[in-house]
């Protein structure tokens, strides 16, 4: 069993939608990051969380460390928002990657 | 400030042979990961150093996999001899260290064994 399972694996969506990506993890953890990778590119980071909520432009990314759950919100999606977007949790110094989930935007 | 560069961007050789990463981490990050990512799949830690040091290579398979860090900057990454399921992205990263060990991925290797 991965220590981190994201959901869904494949998601497709109108411009506009509003979207929610969804992350369990079973280890305990010091943070989590959400990350972005583009096909073909490198990753990037997005969000880094403890606690709480943060949010970046149209990116909302919650976290909920009693439940060992996060959530990364999308608002307005726009096609270039297409890429994969990875959970991934630090536990002491070892960091666990989710599978990611690949989110497409059609026009 | 210049980012985590890594070559070559793409390699292809048959299986067997030899083949080897380069690494140049952001300057002054003392930790370097080195991730391998088979596609439709996450990043799975090869190994991590610590300046020249390995903090956990527990997934790296020994027998062909080998990687080293001999001054605590540049990281090179070898496979020898390579096989068919080794055809991945291998992901170089490295880290500001605490309190956040923020991470910084380079744009990968990707290696087509055939």
């Known amino acids: 069993k991965n220590e981190v399972e994201q959901s869904p694996q494949n998601l497709t969506a109108q411009e506009g939608e509003f979207i929610t990506i969804n992350c369990s993890y079973s280890v305990g953890i010091s943070a989590l990051h959400w990350l972005q990778q583009h096909p073909g590119g490198g990753i990037v980071s997005l969000f880094m969380l403890s606690s709480g909520k943060k949010k970046h432009g149209r990116l909302i990314a919650t976290i909920n460390i009693q439940e060992k759950h996060s959530s990364l919100h999308i608002t307005a999606s726009h096609p270039r928002d297409s890429a994969v977007y990875i959970c991934a949790v630090r536990s002491g110094n070892q960091f666990y990657f989710g599978t990611g989930t690949s989110l497409t935007v059609i026009p | 400030e210049a980012g985590v560069a890594q070559s070559p961007r793409y390699k292809i050789i048959e299986k067997r042979q030899s083949v080897a990463f380069w690494c140049n981490p952001i300057?002054?990050?003392?930790?370097l990961y080195w991730y391998q990512q088979i596609l439709g799949q996450g990043p799975k830690l090869l190994i991590q150093?610590?300046?020249?040091?390995?903090?956990?290579d527990s997934q790296l398979p020994k027998d062909r996999f080998s990687a080293e860090r001999l001054k605590g900057v540049d990281s090179t990454l070898k496979i020898q001899p390579a096989k068919l399921e080794d055809s991945a992205v291998y992901l170089c990263a490295s880290s500001s260290g605490p309190p956040t060990y923020e991470q910084y991925f380079g744009p990968g290797t990707r290696l087509t064994v055939t």
């Open positions: 300057s002054g990050h003392a930790t």
């Open positions: 150093f610590q300046n020249n040091g390995v903090v956990d």
